[in-house]
């Protein structure tokens, strides 16, 4: 029933922007603080963003922190992370996720790959 569709990933040159979004389904999405996280071949997930539920509060990895802003709309049941001055490095699979006491919901990913 719970539902988390990414997109907006995609091809852009160094310097570059994106935006992502994850639109929400089959619960209350405004209960809930949502995160991003991506994955890189050969890395660790890494905890990208998170914002709390009605949005007043984020928290960023300093590998992106003043280049990318995690944002909300919770009467379109949708999260969002723009992306700045994109480096090679932010490649990976970006996946929005968020967690019910022990149960954590995950998408399907959208690929980011930035690269000349």
């Known amino acids: 029933q719970v539902q988390l569709v990414e997109s907006g990933g995609g091809l852009v040159q160094p310097g570059g922007s994106l935006r992502l979004s994850c639109a929400a389904s089959?619960?209350?999405?405004?209960?809930?603080?949502m995160n991003w996280y991506r994955q890189a071949p050969g890395k660790e997930r890494q905890l990208v963003a998170r914002i709390t539920t009605s949005g007043g509060s984020s928290n960023y990895a300093d590998s992106v922190k003043g280049r990318f802003t995690i944002s909300r709309d919770n009467a379109k049941n949708t999260v969002y992370l723009q992306m700045n001055s994109l480096k090679p490095e932010d490649t990976a699979m970006y996946y929005c996720?968020?967690?019910?006491?022990?149960?954590?919901?995950w998408g399907q990913g959208t690929q980011v790959t930035v690269s000349s």
């Open positions: 996720n968020f967690r019910n006491g022990a149960y954590v919901y």
């Open positions: 089959g619960f209350t999405f405004s209960s809930y603080a």
